[in-house]
């Protein structure tokens, strides 16, 4: 596969950043293994990873892609870890925009619109919006030009005090769910990036939940307050659903991922059919 140089100096130069071994630890105590129960999974003696992790013992190209494997690490990462260890890398990263993307862009593009009347987006690894069906256009009246402005990060447009969350009703359960679900991926790709927007998002203002003592549904619902002509059209209520790759060998498409809006009631359904 093909790398650009620029993205290979990109991926080079972070991976120079710690050794082999660093790498390789900080990931096995990032999933909370031992080095046994890595070896064990691996099939390799604990000694032998013992000796990677000192920098006792240089890993083979094979060694280090069975281990990023078996830790489940981002095809990124899986890069990074080759090249830390004087490798070239084994995904290539392409811009979905590229020739040889078409088939994925495709795919994107028909759930996108066949989506519709239902909101639907589609984001990479940092939530950046990458594109949107024309049903997302109508829920954003009154977010603030600034939000919209390209880069558009869908986490902060929903959270930010002049995005959407002014008008969503169940804005604490809503900003509750979005926060554990950037916290676990921060936890599975250790992305620094992540982290501190996960920081952004908490130091946002958020009212007291209205409904401490609501039953547990099915799941937690996007409750959005919408305008039509000016006027208050009431409250849509959304559930959400994410779809990605099933089996990318490519960075850029295993890094993303379609949020799909699905009306959670009848009322919301006849509503976005008319908007």
Same mark, same amino acid.
């Given at each position: ?11 080079? %130069?972070?991976?120079?950043? !710690? ?8 990931? #096995? ?22 000796? &990677?992790?000192?920098?006792? /013992? ?9 281990? /990023? ?35 994925? #862009? ?15 987006? !589609? ?17 954003? /009246? ?29 804005? =604490? ?6 926060? !554990?679900?950037? #916290?676990?991926? &921060? ?14 998002? #908490?130091?946002? =203002? +958020? ?7 609501? =039953?547990?549904? &099915? ?13 208050? /059209? ?25 949020? +799909?809006?699905?009306?959670? %009631? ?10």
């Amino acid at each position: 596969m093909q790398m650009t140089l620029t993205q290979t100096a990109t991926i080079r %130069d972070t991976a120079t950043q !710690a050794t082999v071994g660093d790498l390789l630890r900080d990931w #096995r105590q990032r999933r909370k293994l031992s080095q046994l129960d890595l070896a064990m999974d691996a099939e390799i003696s604990a000694r032998h990873l013992s000796f &990677i992790e000192t920098g006792r /013992a240089a890993p083979s190209r094979s060694m280090l892609l069975r281990l /990023a494997e078996q830790l489940d690490l981002p095809l990124r990462e899986r890069n990074a870890l080759l090249l830390a260890g004087g490798f070239a890398p084994a995904f290539a990263e392409r811009p979905l925009d590229a020739p040889d993307m078409a088939a994925a #862009r495709a795919a994107v593009e028909a759930i996108l619109k066949g989506h519709e009347p239902f909101p639907a987006v !589609a984001v990479d690894r940092h939530w950046t919006l990458v594109a949107a069906n024309g049903a997302l256009g109508p829920l954003l /009246a009154g977010v603030s030009p600034e939000l919209l402005q390209p880069p558009v990060n869908v986490l902060r447009l929903s959270l930010h005090p002049q995005g959407l969350a002014p008008r969503i009703e169940n804005l =604490p359960e809503w900003r509750n769910h979005l926060l !554990a679900r950037l #916290r676990q991926q &921060i936890d599975q790709s250790g992305d620094p990036v992540l982290e501190t927007l996960w920081q952004e998002l #908490r130091a946002y =203002p +958020c009212p007291a939940s209205r409904t401490p003592h609501a =039953p547990i549904g &099915i799941a937690v619902p996007l409750q959005l307050r919408v305008e039509a002509d000016g006027e208050d /059209a009431g409250i849509l209520s959304f559930l959400s659903t994410t779809t990605v790759f099933g089996t990318p060998v490519d960075v850029t498409l295993s890094e993303l991922a379609l949020e +799909c809006f699905y009306p959670a %009631d009848e009322a919301t359904r006849r509503a976005l059919a008319a908007l």
